[in-house]
């Protein structure tokens, strides 16, 4: 069974700085997807990236960009520039096709200090 | 945002109680999910469908029933409720030609 492992349960940043959350995961396949969702204080699950695993150009939104490294099943995110509304839990999850269901990391909760 | 609510938003019940929650989309996707968050293990599948009457259990699904008996409802009912399914209860949904689930505002269910 595919796993996600988030090894940082609390991470902080100041403002303005760039932080980045890491995120493994164990997989036989060779074709899926990958995502980061956000969590705020209002519980709503916001997603901020994904990355399909066929593609080798690491994904980018705005401040938000991933570091996907297919052999070592690795898929960090990077948040450039960081502002206090990014303070939330941060959710990586992973899928082995299209519409199977996810598998979730068990997050990484981010302040970001003023 | 895609069009999904969730009710109730909360509930607070007592053991043994039978709880129903509702999902209800209104983009027409086939797909739809129910999960569960409970602090220190993310969010973990509870059940899902991907069509009228077709459901498939998830990694949690012992003392969870669902029912889809129309594209734009998901019931997740639990015959009796315990206290160990306290927990914040999610759905997504998701189109076949697309990866992404969108999730609605979430449950939180108290078993006292």
């Known amino acids: 069974a595919q796993t996600v492992t988030q090894s940082q349960p609390e991470m902080s940043v100041q403002e303005a700085e760039t932080v980045t959350l890491s995120c493994t995961y164990d997989t036989s396949e060779s074709d899926y997807y990958l995502f980061w969702y956000k969590q705020p204080p209002s519980r709503q699950m916001i997603l901020v990236i994904r990355q399909e695993a066929y593609k080798q150009q690491n994904a980018t939104e705005n401040r938000f960009s991933v570091n996907f490294q297919k052999a070592a099943k690795s898929f960090s995110l990077k948040i450039s520039d960081s502002q206090l509304g990014d303070a939330a839990m941060y959710f990586c999850?992973?899928?082995?096709?299209?519409?199977?269901?996810?598998?979730f990391g068990k997050g990484t909760r981010l302040s970001v200090i003023a | 945002d895609a069009g999904i609510t969730q009710s109730p938003r909360h509930k607070v019940t007592e053991t043994g109680t039978p709880v129903t929650l509702r999902c209800h989309q209104t983009e027409n996707h086939r797909y739809m999910y129910w999960y569960r968050q409970d602090p220190g293990h993310g969010l973990r599948l509870i059940h899902y469908?991907?069509?009228?009457?077709?459901?498939d259990k998830g990694e949690v699904s012992d003392g969870y029933s669902v029912s889809r008996s129309k594209t734009e409802d998901f019931l997740l009912t639990l015959e009796s409720a315990t206290s160990s399914q306290t927990s914040v209860y999610f759905c997504?949904?998701?189109?076949?030609?697309?990866?992404?689930?969108?999730f609605g505002p979430g449950t939180r269910l108290t078993v006292l």
């Open positions: 999850a992973y899928r082995s096709a299209r519409n199977t269901p996810l598998v």
């Open positions: 997504a949904i998701s189109e076949h030609s697309s990866d992404t689930q969108y």
């Open positions: 469908s991907y069509g009228v009457k077709d459901t």
